[in-house]
């Protein structure tokens, strides 16, 4: 049985992690922030056990250990861990399926063994294990009307975050981790390759590519929000934000130009402002609507 003090744990690290969405899901009545904090603590564990691992054998024995400790959760005999004791009674008392954990971890595999993704669908599975098992592990906390609609719509929710994040950090992507996310089929169609991408030179035709993706990931935002109705009136404007501010990336590198190649654009703090101001309108417009 989980304690105070194991959520006090998964609370401190989504705190130092991500101050945004802290902020934005510690609205949330207790149980439910909890619940939150507690998965995001495990998909941190999941995203370390690759990013601090000396090498890549390291980090499938990272993987593996935090499977291992997930499987033995599941049945009943979690570690005795701060992490896997908030999480072995989040899981129960929300009815959170096992599947998406695991998604998460395949789609850590799928980055720890990197290749170029040769169709935008290869992209958009990745995309799928890595950012929209979150929406899925997160519904059931959010929502008490889980259907495969609207387990759906979570999971295009996360989809949409990671294409946005791949389109940041195009740059940085590269130059960091000499790896480029953007798949090769577009390259191909729109004849961008890696050493104009190396050069740094925002082209016309790296233009066009990254405006097919933004288009990919800007519908699903839209789908989700006209979904906002079946979350709970607490998760409302916490997500209403989290799109917002999310789509708003986009906005933000296409008015740098689009020069995501030599510069990480972010979203203005009086503009942040602005969307939490509309996030707020959108989630009481939609408790007036779902209350007529």
């Known amino acids: 049985m989980a304690d105070r003090g194991d959520y006090q744990y998964c609370e401190q690290v989504i705190r130092q992690h991500s101050k945004s969405f802290y902020a934005a899901f510690s609205t949330l009545p207790e149980l439910q922030a909890q619940a939150v904090y507690a998965v995001y603590a495990f998909c941190r564990a999941a995203d370390d056990a690759v990013d601090q691992a000396a090498d890549a054998a390291a980090a499938e024995a990272n993987l593996c ?15 005795d861990e701060p992490l896997w004791r908030a999480l072995a009674e989040t899981m129960t008392r929300w009815s959170i399926p096992p599947q998406p954990f695991f998604d998460q971890l395949d ?35 959010l929502s008490r009307q889980v259907t495969p609609a ?29 790896r480029i996310y953007l798949p090769l089929d ?51 404007l916490p997500l209403a934000a989290a799109v917002m501010l999310y789509r708003a990336i986009l906005d933000a590198v296409a008015a740098a130009g689009g020069d995501c190649l030599t510069r990480r654009c972010y979203v203005s703090k009086p503009e942040q402002l602005r969307l939490l101001r509309l996030a707020r309108k959108k989630a009481a417009s939609v408790g007036t609507e779902a209350a007529d």
């Open 65 to 79: 250990r935090v499977e291992s400790q997930l499987r033995t959760t599941l049945e009943g005999q979690s570690p």
């Open 107 to 141: 789609g850590q595999r799928t980055d720890l063994r990197f290749e170029p993704f040769a169709t935008l669908d290869a992209l958009e599975r990745y995309c799928d294990l890595v950012a929209g098992s979150v929406g899925r592990m997160l519904l059931p906390i």
């Open 150 to 178: 609207l387990n759906d719509a979570a999971s295009q929710l996360g989809i949409a975050m990671q294409i946005t994040n791949i389109l940041r950090d195009v740059g940085e992507d590269l130059r960091d981790r000499g």
């Open 186 to 236: 577009l390259m191909q169609r729109y004849h961008v390759i890696d050493k104009m991408l190396a050069a740094g030179k925002v082209t016309a035709e790296f233009t066009l590519l990254w405006q097919h993706l933004r288009r990919e990931a800007e519908p699903r935002y839209d789908r989700f929000l006209s979904q906002l109705a079946l979350f709970d009136p607490p998760a409302r």
